[in-house]
């Protein structure tokens, strides 16, 4: 299983960017799917989650500006990012927890680096 994050990029404050994560390899059953980031010299930190069922969460730092979502397919899973801050500048992974045989295993992206500045 291969998850490829894109998206990232420089923007100004205000300002709005998607993020990307597309799934490739064996055929899984996702448990649930989320996006965290990482600030230098920070903790990873999560900033939106959403459960196979399509239910989604957000810490209060981000809620109401981001949003998380993922196709009919459920080959990628997005990350709609509105209203930016130059704290919200970070490089952003995509990870999702799925079933693989009779465990739960964590697979991961790449990471994406997202700058707010002006």
């Known amino acids: 299983v291969q998850l490829q994050a894109s998206g990232g990029g420089l923007v100004q404050p205000g300002g709005s960017l998607r993020l990307s994560c597309a799934i490739s390899g064996s055929q899984i059953s996702i448990n649930y799917m989320a996006w965290h980031r990482q600030a230098p010299g920070k903790q990873r930190e999560l900033v939106a989650a959403?459960?196979?069922?399509?239910?989604?969460d957000y810490p209060d730092f981000v809620r109401g500006r981001f949003t998380i979502s993922r196709d009919n397919a459920g080959n990628t899973v997005y990350l709609e990012m509105n209203s930016l801050k130059p704290e919200d500048s970070a490089v952003y992974y995509c990870q999702i927890n799925a079933v693989s045989g009779t465990k739960l295993v964590d697979y991961w992206g790449q990471g994406t680096q997202v700058t707010v500045s002006s």
């Open positions: 959403m459960a196979r069922i399509g239910i989604a």
